[in-house]
Structure formats: structure tokens, C-alpha cells
């Protein structure tokens, strides 16, 4: 059983360029759920996907996006990056919108300068 | 607005004895309990979970308690061991499952020799 993989592991960008995070689900998973987890914080929801269409929203601003392939990999996109954008991005892959508990990946560490 | 809470930075015991951890929250919507406990360097792992209709749930040396009036939950660790070491997040969702998981800041649990 493949568990969920992320990349890149580390990312540095500068104010204002946009970011690109990828995800690859649990196998048999078809539900890829986004989170944030800045320093001393918990995280906190972006989305989640659910057979390629988004099913609920954080709160987070439109300038984050994200996509759902047929495979159930997934992407994460962040436009105009903010300072605050710096922090750990984790995905979650888990059965039918979170009926098995979510199963993450070591997320992508993002780095806004 | 910090809708689940973990007072407690940092919690440390010894080998043995029983490791307490608590969580409380405010949003009486709440209807699904979860922990998840994090490595460095590595994403979240499910720990157990609790529904509202329950008020304890037990696997193995890991027990939940859910106090619904005071809008507390506990988790206890027993017998607890070293590699028990990790950050521990509580969460909570209003959909039964595991969508939409609002996680408080994390306690820091170290297990001493």
C-alpha cells in the first residue's frame, strides 16, 4: 500500500510568484484534502476535492487553488504569494469525503521571502 | 477565534506512568472527535477518534474521553513509552468524519526514560 507523497519537500519563493504543490493520494483513496500549518499553529482547512470537484472551502482566499486528476493526485496552487504564505502544506488523502480517518503526507515545507 | 483549544504547550512524564492530554472546544456543532500525533519532519498520523454519541472509546494503551456538557475531551496514554514522543493534535469536525477537520495548536508530549 503506497501511502500519500508529496513534492517538493522544501520550496523558496519570492513575494509575489506563484507556487505549484503536488500530491499523489493513498492508493484506493478518492479524496485529497488540503491543509496549512504555519509555525506553532495547528492545521488549519484550505479544501478538499472529491472525485475531481471541490467540496468544501476554508478560509482561504481565491488565490488559492487547487485541482483533482482522474488518478486522484492533486495540486495545490498559490498565486501572488504572500510573506504569510510561508508554512508547512500537508495533504490528506482519505475514502469517500472523510468517512476513514485522513492519512497524510509529510507535506511541503514553503518558504516566502 | 481558536475553536478547539490546547492549553497545554507541553506536557512531559515518565516511562509508565499515564500521559493526559487535553483539548477543549466551543463550537457545539461539533459532532466528531479525532488525534493525531506528528514526528518531526514527518505529516500527522490518525491516533483514534471519537463521535458525539459516545462518551470514551479505547484502543489498546490509548483511550478518549468526550465530556459533551463541559466541551472537553481528554486523551490518556497507559502504560506511556518513549517512543510515545511526538506533538499531539486534537481535532474536531461538524460532518461525522473526517471532512473539514478544525485542529487545535498541538501539545508537545515528551516521554522520559
Known amino acids: 500500500e503506497t501511502g500519500v507523497t508529496q513534492s517538493p519537500t522544501h520550496l523558496i519563493k519570492t513575494r509575489g510568484q506563484q507556487v505549484t504543490l503536488r500530491c499523489s493520494s493513498q492508493?484506493?483513496?478518492?479524496?485529497v484534502s488540503w491543509y496549512q500549518q504555519a509555525l506553532g499553529q495547528g492545521p488549519q482547512f484550505i479544501f478538499q476535492?472529491?472525485?475531481?470537484?471541490?467540496?468544501g472551502r476554508g478560509n482561504f482566499p481565491p488565490r488559492f487553488s487547487g485541482l483533482q486528476f482522474p488518478n486522484y493526485s492533486s495540486e495545490l496552487n498559490v498565486n501572488a504569494l504572500e510573506l504569510d504564505d510561508s508554512a508547512l502544506y500537508l495533504c490528506?488523502?482519505?475514502?469517500?469525503?472523510?468517512?476513514?480517518?485522513?492519512?497524510f503526507g509529510n507535506g511541503t515545507r514553503l518558504t516566502v521571502t | 477565534d481558536q475553536q478547539v483549544k490546547q492549553n497545554s504547550p507541553s506536557l512531559s512524564v515518565q516511562e509508565g506512568r499515564i500521559s493526559i492530554l487535553n483539548c477543549d472546544y466551543t463550537n457545539s456543532m461539533f459532532d466528531y472527535f479525532l488525534w493525531y500525533k506528528k514526528y518531526p519532519a514527518e505529516g500527522p498520523t490518525f491516533l483514534i477518534s471519537?463521535?458525539?454519541?459516545?462518551d470514551k472509546n479505547e484502543d489498546g494503551r490509548f483511550t478518549v474521553f468526550l465530556n459533551k456538557s463541559a466541551k472537553h475531551l481528554s486523551l490518556h496514554i497507559v502504560p506511556s513509552q518513549p517512543g510515545d514522543s511526538a506533538v499531539y493534535f486534537c481535532a474536531a469536525s461538524e460532518q461525522g468524519g473526517s471532512e473539514k477537520l478544525v485542529f487545535g495548536k498541538g501539545t508537545k508530549l515528551t516521554v522520559n526514560p
Open positions: 492508493s484506493g483513496h478518492n479524496t
Open positions: 476535492y472529491y472525485r475531481e470537484e471541490e467540496n
Open positions: 490528506a488523502s482519505s475514502l469517500d469525503r472523510g468517512l476513514s480517518p485522513l492519512h
Open positions: 471519537i463521535s458525539s454519541i459516545k
